[in-house]
């Protein structure tokens, strides 16, 4: 049998078993809540996933892995897990949460235990805050009532409104149960630029002084990019309970990418669409994205963000 019937076979059996329990838990009525059998899936590739798909980001790899998988296999944390994800466009933040994503679910983004927010999206104005926090607090409780694994990723929290967050911090702190719902096996995510420049300036240094960009550790930037996001009035963390109540499990940077990095997601996207690697053209791509700062021109600026549009100059 290859590889792929087993898969086949695999998922074949996993859907008639879920039809089979679910219809069995409806016969008898039971009270405990279906999700506890249904919704939650293992997470084995979480690391090769990162380590083959992130480039230039040891610190997330390093952070992500730790804690997603230190979390899932905790058969009664003690909060959800919280996970802020820092830095400039294009440097993976919104991709890593996909993989986490997919770790945990084989739907990955479209799972219906997976939701998530853009702040100019579901929040554009100021003036419906108070209308935005009922929301938020009544969509939270009833997707964890469902499934207490349930992920929840917000994104451009740098362009939410101040204030608005904190409606979710009832359930990302310590109780047992709220209201008869227990929210410590679910997940919070938090994508924002905000912090950037603090990461950036500190990954800057390290270049300064010779040193490694892959000896960089946490601890050189985690307390710096949050005490940054916190005192920043554009950031939706803004003197934030969240923040000051410690409810923040990571703060992971996402660094600025390198030439060489940029070379690497080329090089990958040409794979994906099924081109053999063409190093001239990688080149080329490469070298027509600007970088910063003005003198070094060491990092993108816009990360590997354009890499495909640029990409389909040549190819179509």
Same mark, same amino acid.
Request: charged content about 25%; some cysteine.
């Given at each position: 049998?290859?590889?792929?019937?087993?898969?086949?076979?695999?998922?074949?059996?996993?859907?008639?078993?879920?039809?089979?329990?679910?219809?069995?838990?409806?016969?008898?009525?039971?009270?405990?809540?279906?999700?506890?059998?249904?919704?939650?899936?293992?997470?084995?590739?979480?690391?090769?996933?990162?380590?083959?798909?992130?480039?230039?980001?040891?610190?997330?790899?390093?952070?992500?892995?730790?804690?997603? #998988?230190?979390?899932?296999?905790?058969?009664?944390?003690?909060?959800?897990?919280?996970?802020?994800?820092?830095?400039?466009?294009?440097?993976?933040?919104?991709?890593?949460?996909?993989?986490?994503?997919?770790?945990?679910?084989?739907?990955?983004?479209?799972?219906?235990?997976?939701?998530?927010?853009?702040? #100019?999206?579901?929040?554009?104005?100021?003036?419906?805050?108070?209308?935005?926090?009922?929301?938020?607090?009544?969509?939270?409780?009833?997707?964890?009532?469902?499934?207490?694994?349930?992920?929840?990723?917000?994104?451009?929290?740098?362009?939410?409104?101040?204030?608005?967050?904190?409606?979710?911090?009832?359930?990302?702190?310590?109780?047992?149960?709220?209201?008869?719902?227990?929210?410590?096996?679910?997940?919070?995510?938090?994508?924002?630029?905000?912090?950037?420049?603090?990461?950036?300036?500190?990954?800057?240094?390290?270049?300064?002084?010779?040193?490694?960009?892959?000896?960089?550790?946490?601890?050189?930037?985690?307390?710096?990019?949050?005490?940054?996001?916190?005192?920043?009035?554009?950031?939706?963390?803004?003197?934030?309970?969240?923040?000051?109540?410690?409810?923040?499990?990571?703060?992971?940077?996402?660094?600025?990418?390198?030439?060489?990095?940029?070379?690497?997601?080329?090089?990958?996207?040409?794979?994906?669409?099924?081109?053999?690697?063409?190093?001239?053209?990688? #080149?080329?791509?490469?070298?027509?994205?600007?970088?910063?700062?003005?003198?070094?021109?060491?990092?993108?600026?816009?990360?590997?963000?354009?890499?495909?549009?640029?990409?389909?100059?040549?190819?179509?």
């Amino acid at each position: 049998m290859t590889k792929e019937d087993n898969f086949s076979a695999h998922s074949r059996s996993a859907k008639s078993l879920y039809s089979f329990t679910e219809k069995v838990v409806r016969f008898l009525s039971l009270s405990v809540p279906i999700y506890l059998i249904l919704c939650s899936l293992p997470a084995p590739a979480l690391q090769a996933d990162l380590e083959k798909k992130v480039f230039g980001q040891h610190l997330v790899t390093k952070v992500i892995v730790k804690a997603v #998988t230190g979390f899932l296999n905790n058969s009664d944390p003690k909060k959800p897990l919280t996970l802020s994800l820092h830095g400039w466009t294009g440097t993976g933040k919104n991709f890593v949460s996909k993989i986490i994503a997919e770790s945990i679910y084989k739907e990955g983004l479209n799972s219906k235990y997976v939701h998530q927010f853009v702040s #100019t999206l579901h929040f554009p104005h100021r003036q419906n805050v108070t209308h935005y926090k009922d929301q938020l607090q009544t969509w939270i409780r009833g997707n964890v009532s469902t499934c207490g694994r349930s992920i929840f990723i917000f994104d451009e929290m740098d362009k939410m409104h101040a204030g608005l967050i904190d409606s979710i911090k009832p359930f990302l702190d310590y109780y047992e149960e709220l209201d008869g719902v227990s929210y410590r096996k679910a997940i919070f995510i938090f994508l924002s630029n905000a912090g950037a420049e603090k990461i950036t300036e500190v990954t800057l240094d390290f270049w300064k002084k010779g040193k490694r960009r892959e000896d960089l550790q946490l601890r050189d930037v985690e307390t710096a990019v949050s005490v940054s996001v916190f005192n920043n009035k554009n950031s939706g963390f803004w003197h934030s309970s969240l923040i000051d109540r410690n409810l923040i499990d990571y703060f992971v940077p996402f660094l600025p990418l390198e030439y060489r990095h940029v070379k690497m997601c080329i090089r990958v996207e040409l794979e994906s669409r099924g081109y053999t690697v063409d190093e001239e053209i990688v #080149t080329r791509v490469a070298d027509e994205m600007t970088y910063f700062p003005k003198e070094e021109r060491i990092y993108s600026d816009k990360g590997c963000k354009t890499v495909c549009t640029k990409l389909d100059f040549y190819y179509d």
